[in-house]
């Protein structure tokens, strides 16, 4: 081969290798290329409707956003994206060249439907991927729940790890502030381990639930014609117990953490109120006080007796009391726990300050 042709030759690969670099990006886009940089230039989020429907594209989006928001008055800025079916880099590659192509200074993170989340941010990829993979983000069968979870792991200095028992009740004493729900939710979450969890967190719903309906039976029971503003706080706090169970049987990843709490809290504030108006008040930071030691949905706790597995004599129902003078002292209801289960009273399930200075003192 002469040497002029050579040189063509030589010209021609980085030609083509040129242009394969300029167009591989766009290649490995998405149709929704367009439409996400558009709407995350002025936006926060972006939810394919090609993939969801504009309907459950928005209501999607609307939840996003409320974690955008969340994590944004925790001082993180953060994108996130669901777009249609990747291929090329996948979804690093992705949320990568959107990050460059916005100039977005802060943390992007992307996923598909069904697929796995990627990420760009201060933080190296090769280091997004590690954590993500130890924290198992892809087994999230929910798109909104892996990227919420990828955006706390994702964000630079993640605080430090509170686990197990101790985070789900820092979350809850932030749930109790409403709308800081989801910060507690997002800066404790993120380093529990995933498998169990779900049904930690549902059983830790469902008992607060079987207070709340304790609570209201009792009320029911005591004050059978209330007055009209008590009667509503009392209809309002069904209505929010009702929903509460409708999400504490969604299963799996279906199950909303979110709405459940915020169902159980508002349940509580509405059934405190009527309480306090009828005269008969309990504390709505701390549900299972005066309430059946051995389980809260057995009712008011009117005697005191010892219970199989506890040393002292604690409040407890009627029909607890006479079990355990009859030798058949009642267990403690126990809750799954990422460990094993746990019986109730050493879950440390409900912070001791009001709602108002969710505190760290914790059990009932
Ligand atoms: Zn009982």
């Given amino acids: 081969m002469s040497a002029p ?7 021609c690969v980085a030609l083509v290798a040129a242009a394969l670099a300029f167009c591989a990006p766009a290649a490995a886009l998405t149709r929704d290329d367009a439409d996400a940089v558009a709407a995350l230039r002025t936006g926060d989020v972006f939810v394919s409707s090609r993939e969801l429907g504009p309907e459950v594209a928005s209501t999607i989006a609307q939840r996003l956003q409320e974690k955008v928001d969340a994590m944004r008055a925790n001082g993180y800025e953060v994108k996130m994206a669901i777009v249609s079916p990747l291929n090329g880099d996948g979804a ?13 200074p802060g943390t992007l993170v992307v996923t598909t439907l069904n697929g796995p989340v990627g990420a760009a941010g201060e933080r190296p990829p090769n280091a997004l991927r590690a954590a993500f993979q130890a924290d198992r983000v892809n087994a999230l069968g929910s798109a909104t729940e892996r990227l919420s979870r990828a955006a ?13 028992w101790r985070g789900l009740v ?23 381990r995933h498998r169990g969890v779900a049904d930690q967190d549902r059983g830790t719903l469902v008992l607060g639930l079987d207070a709340l309906q304790a609570r209201l039976a009792a009320l029911d029971a005591r004050h059978p014609s209330p007055p009209a503003e008590a009667g509503d706080d009392l209809a309002e706090a069904r209505a929010h117990h009702s929903t509460g169970r409708a999400a504490a049987q969604q299963s799996g990843h279906a199950f909303d953490h979110t709405a459940g709490f915020t169902a159980l809290f508002s349940g509580l504030r509405a059934a405190a109120r009527a309480a306090d108006a009828l005269g008969d008040p309990f504390p709505v930071d701390r549900p299972l006080e ?15 007796a010892r219970l199989a597995d506890g040393e002292s004599r604690v409040p407890v129902c009627a029909a607890c009391h006479d079990a355990a003078r009859a030798g058949r ?29 969710p505190g760290e003192a914790l059990t009932r």
């Fill in 5 to 11: 042709v050579r040189h063509w030759t030589a010209w």
């Fill in 152 to 164: 706390e792991i994702a964000v630079p200095a993640p605080p430090p790890p509170p686990s197990g």
């Fill in 92 to 104: 690093f590659g992705y949320a990568r060249r959107l990050r460059t192509r916005l100039h977005f």
């Fill in 290 to 304: 005066g309430l059946c030691s051995a389980d809260p949905a057995h009712g008011l706790a009117t005697e005191v």
């Fill in 329 to 357: 002292p009642p267990r403690r209801r126990m809750l799954p726990g990422v460990d094993g289960p746990v019986p109730i009273d050493e879950a440390h399930l409900w912070p001791a300050a009001s709602p108002d200075t």
């Fill in 170 to 192: 820092a979350f809850i004493a932030l749930a109790l502030l409403g709308a800081a729900a989801a910060v507690g939710w997002g800066l404790h979450r993120e380093q529990r």
